[in-house]
């Protein structure tokens, strides 16, 4: 077994206090031990790498994310499909012409871009959507761990049957790698019900948890009450839904998906916007876990997550930067900077450092492995460069004005040209 020792000036395991003068001793891709410096050498017999003036702290875990549209913004342009929407539907049906416009050569080389963009970040692990099967072996070469919750959209019996063969044909693909499979049904405006309790089934048949948006939009809402609106009138009849336009369901997103057994422990639910404070308290009885993406509620208008309500009845929370297609990038220490700053006092550093790590872990069901620095755990880090030694707040200095100097990932640096960060 061989074993190195990597020390810097400051280690934030997060699930523990920082350490002045900290440590990590790797063996075999995992964390062997954690502790001062002074510590790990007198416990091994290793080389050490120091990185003074610096901190190491974990991996990041982006808990949402679509790299499939990372050239998305390119995309715009080359298409002639470069217009502003003007509401959240308008959007979607902008992302659905771009989408059918593409070949499989430029799906391929988006997710190999959005893999390079996040790992130059600091992005070790992700809670990623996938909706096209064929990229998969992408993701699974790619040195990053996670989950990959494989995406299904549809309202016929047709399409339904041939995307639950294609998912559950797809799992066995996953042994022995660093990224597990998951089920991402998508909206509950964009699947029929019986696909819905199909793909629960499944789920639970082999052990999945799910990932599904839920309640990012007023057009959402209105959709599930009376199906009405931009759903109903622009988005069902753009993708040739017209004859699975349900009767007025008289319900809301979260009662729908209730009502469907899909909230449960083990499922995540992104965004949650328009959501109140008795959907709040279901969600947190069911056990659901919930992603923020302020960025990308931001760009697309469609209004802000209660924070204060979800953190108050004591919903799990993690954060996601989604996709470019409504984000301006793929840096988590973005979101964290918009997030702080978005909601003042709801935050502190520490806790929004932990959104990024551990709890992004915890919301993907992968904190056994990664999100933070414990014994056991994979050799996900990063090295971090402090403008100085800072005498004040340890995390806010590292949101501020940390630079990624080094990523690791299985214990291994991955020698990127990278200088982004925080500052």
Avoid at 84 to 101: A, C, F, G, L
Avoid at 367 to 374: D, H, K, R, T, V
Wanted: include cysteine.
């Amino acid at each position: 077994m061989t074993i190195h020792i990597y020390a810097a000036s400051h280690l934030l395991p997060v699930s523990a206090p920082p350490i002045e003068g900290g440590a990590l001793a790797v063996a075999n891709g995992r964390i062997l031990a954690v502790g001062t410096l002074a510590e790990l050498t007198t416990a091994f017999t290793a080389p050490v790498t120091e990185f003074p003036g610096c901190v190491i702290m974990p991996g990041l875990v982006n808990a949402h994310s679509h790299l499939e549209l990372t050239h998305f913004p390119s995309w715009k342009v080359r298409k002639g499909i470069d217009y502003s929407p003007r509401t959240y539907v308008d959007w979607i049906i902008q992302v659905i012409k771009i989408r059918r416009s593409l070949s499989q050569e430029e799906r391929e080389h988006s997710v190999l871009e959005g893999i390079r963009i996040s790992l130059e970040a600091g992005t070790t692990a992700l809670g990623e959507i996938l909706s096209d099967p064929g990229l998969l072996s992408l993701y699974l070469r790619a040195p990053l761990s996670g989950r990959l919750y494989l995406e299904a959209v549809g309202q016929s019996p047709q399409r339904s049957a041939g995307l639950l063969d294609a998912i559950n044909g797809s799992l066995p693909l996953f042994l022995e790698t660093a990224l597990l499979p998951g089920i991402s049904p998508h909206a509950p405006h964009t699947l029929s019900a019986d696909f819905f309790r199909q793909l629960r089934d499944l789920a639970g048949s082999n052990s999945l948890p799910l990932m599904i948006h839920l309640a990012e939009s007023r057009e959402e809402l209105d959709f599930l009450f009376d199906s009405s609106g931009p759903v109903a009138e622009k988005l069902y009849p753009f993708v040739d839904w017209l004859e699975y336009l349900p009767p007025a369901r008289r319900t809301t997103p979260v009662a729908y998906l209730d009502s469907l057994e899909v909230l449960r422990p083990g499922t995540t639910v992104v965004h949650c916007v328009h959501i109140t404070p008795a959907e709040a308290e279901l969600l947190q009885k069911r056990g659901v876990s919930v992603v923020l993406c302020p960025r990308s509620n931001d760009k697309l208008d469609v209004g802000s997550a209660p924070v204060h309500l979800l953190k108050k009845v004591g919903i799990p929370l993690a954060l996601g930067t989604d996709s470019l297609a409504s984000n301006d990038s793929l840096s988590l220490f973005d979101e964290a900077r918009f997030l702080l700053r978005q909601f003042p006092g709801e935050f502190s550093p520490s806790d929004v450092l932990r959104l990024i790590t551990l709890a992004g872990a915890e919301a993907i069901g992968r904190s056994n492995a990664i999100g933070s620095l414990e014994q056991g755990k994979r050799g996900d880090f990063l090295v971090l460069s402090l403008r100085d030694n800072p005498v004040g707040d340890l995390c806010s200095a590292i949101i501020e004005e940390g630079r990624i100097r080094e990523v690791f990932v299985n214990g291994e640096s991955l020698h990127l040209p990278v200088s982004s960060g925080a500052a």
